[in-house]
Structure formats: C-alpha cells, structure tokens
C-alpha cells in the first residue's frame, strides 16, 4: 500500500485526485528531503520485519533479541549515512531513538539477572552509540561550509538579464558561490533542499510576476522554514501580494503545480505564511530606471551588505 502511494505520488499527474493523495499520505513522505521519499516505504519495511521477529523465532528469546539489535543497529547505520530528515534536528532526533530502544532492548534482556560488568559494559555501549554517532553527525554538518553564499531568486520573463548582472557584480564582492539556476541547477526537484540546506542567503529579486512562480514561492518557503537570511530586492512593478490574492492562490497554478509542490514538500498553506513573512522583512529599493552604475551601487552598498556570513576576497580587502 505505501509502495502504491508512493508511486501514486511521485507520477506527476496532473489531476485534482493526485493532490488529494499527495495530501493525505503527506505523513509518510513530507518528513523526508525530496531526494529521500522514498524514505518512508524503508521505514515501514523496516517496522514490518521487526514485527515479525517473534514469528521468526517464537521459541528462542535470545535469536528474537539478536535479530531485533541486528534490524535495529543496520536502522542507525543507515539513517546516519543517509540523513533522509528535512532538518538535521530530525535526522539526530530519530538517532537517539533508535540507539535508545537498542540499549533498552539490551538492558530489558538482563532484568532478573547477575550480570557481570563486561555485560554492563556492553549496554553502556549500547547506550553511548547513538550519541556519538549524533555527536558525529552534528558536527560534520556543522562544520561543512554552505555550498553557496547567495542564492539569487528571480523570475525569468521579468529579471533574467537582472539577475546574470547581479550575479557578476555579487561575484566581485565575494569569493563565496552563487547560485543562479541557469547556471548552476541539474534537477529541478533538489532545488529547494540546495536553498535549505546549502545557502547562506537567499536574494529574492521581487518583480511583477516573481511570486507567481511556483519555483519561486518554493524558494521562499524553503528558505524561511530553514532560517536562511532573505534579502527581498523590490522592484519598478513589484506589487506586494494582498490577501484576497493569496486566498485566492490555488488558482495561480494548475493542478499540475501544485501537486508538484506538494510532492515537493510545499503546501499552499506553507506558501501563504512565508509570503506574510515576507512581508515584514526589511527589503530594498531598485530603481531599474536608474543609470547602471546607480543600480549598481544599490546593490554593493545595500544589497551585498544584508548577506550574511560573506568573505571578502584578498583582492578587495588590498583595494
């Protein structure tokens, strides 16, 4: 049935009942990054075989115990290496569990029983497992530099040639990566996990149709739900969304967009709240009448200075 779902699901049609699906079994796959739904279909197998154990072996308590810690342990292991969690927090959340219900499947079996300190020793082990893999975790994420320092947001009927011309001005100012997805994206559906989980900043050139891009609003939410710093640049023809526009949002897309969103982990309900955020950010002013040179400066001296977490390369630190 979860194999069904899934398949169902990831089919990309384009109709009303797909999105109903997408919804109802948003339990199972929204928890996981786009690249790791299938995630949930594993889980369940998983729990599948650890409820058979007792059939597999009704008669002998300790091969019962021996393959729930082997299930268990290859479970850590591979939820470690696969960090298939939308946020870090989950994936060491569900590690601790996991390496919980180990040490207390150990310690529940020496209940009753002189156990020696090797033994002990071994729960303790048991114990310390999960929080080292963690500790581990933690600390690799912690410590991998963001892949890019700006992700620049646009809509391409409105800013293309905008956007190419920030990306070069932005280049000058810092050595960190920036993203623009006619040069940098290869599969559309990785792209919001690439503004999550691999972006310091995200600049959202704003013009007349920007919000009106599903790509765009998945952008938004994903950078807002993940904490990455949004830099809203306003435009000529930006017309802030109103409420009655954004009550009226699932008419903006076809079924279509909006089932992909939803399968994407973006809801319209998850749209609406980031665009109210949005809102409220400080934002900043270009006049795309001005000289290019003026524009230019707007976007050194107000624009670049919002983005966090920028080095400045050796060059213009000499300059």
Known sequence: GAAWLYQRAKGGRTRTRTVAIQKASSFLFHRFRTDRTWFGVWQLGRNLLLALVPVLSPDS????????DGIMLFSLGFVAWQKPYRTLTATVVMLIAVGTLVAALHTGTLVGQEADVAVWF????????????????????????????????????????????MKILLQDLTGAGIFLDSDDVDRLDNIFDVVSENTQNLVIVLTRDTLSRMWCAGEVVSALRAGVNTIP???????????????DLETVWTDGQISELAGLG?????????????????????????????????????VFPYCGGLHVPVTQVAA
């Open 61 to 68: 308590p300790a091969v019962q115990v021996l393959l729930w």
């Open 122 to 165: 071994l729960v303790m082990i048991a114990f310390g497992a999960p929080a080292v893999v963690a500790a581990w975790l933690v600390a690799a994420t912690a410590l991998k530099p963001h892949r890019y320092g700006i992700f620049l947001s646009h809509h391409k009927g409105g800013a293309a040639v905008l956007a190419r011309w």
């Open 233 to 247: 640049v306003e435009c000529n023809d930006y017309v802030p969304p109103t409420a009655l526009w954004m009550a």
């Open 266 to 302: 973006v809801r319209l309900s998850d749209v609406t709240h980031a665009y109210t955020r949005l809102a409220d950010l400080p934002s900043v002013s270009l006049d795309r009448k001005l000289s290019a040179g003026a524009q230019a400066q707007v976007i050194a001296q107000q």
